[in-house]
């Protein structure tokens, strides 16, 4: 079965980190670039990172770059989101995607073959 599982979301402090992770299961992650998207209570899904297949290109939401880290390790077939000072703002369902070819983060969507079930990440005090 192909699938791409997320894991590592929770609830965390203002200001706390947490690392997202997306482990594929029946293909080989490191023929996909990988983006991660997210999408909060009320609003629409928008575009947090993305890297491609063997991690040199990245792209980020501006508002986001510099907080957030993607990176993958290909010999796990994992995709990571490092996500520090996290704000109430970031709560939000944060799901990983595949797609075919490295593509900027604001239409990678549309070329997007896999799609994970989603991981919630509160942020709260």
């Known amino acids: 079965q192909l699938q791409l599982v997320e894991s590592g979301g929770g609830l965390v402090q203002p200001g706390g980190s947490l690392r997202l992770s997306c482990a594929a299961s029946?293909?080989?992650?490191?023929?996909?670039?990988v983006g991660w998207f997210r999408r909060a209570p009320g609003k629409e899904r928008e575009g947090v990172s993305c890297?491609?297949?063997?991690?040199?290109?990245?792209d980020y939401a501006g508002s986001l770059k510099g907080r957030f880290t993607i990176f993958r390790d290909n010999a796990k077939n994992t995709v990571y989101l490092q996500m520090n000072s996290l704000k109430p703002e970031d709560t939000a369902v944060y799901y990983c995607?595949?797609?075919?070819?490295?593509?900027?983060?604001?239409?990678?969507?549309?070329?997007?073959?896999?799609w994970g079930q989603g991981t919630q990440v509160t942020v709260s005090s």
């Open positions: 995607a595949a797609a075919p070819l490295f593509q900027p983060l604001d239409v990678l969507s549309n070329f997007v073959r896999y």
């Open positions: 029946g293909f080989r992650l490191d023929s996909y670039a």
């Open positions: 890297i491609s297949g063997k991690g040199g290109l990245k």
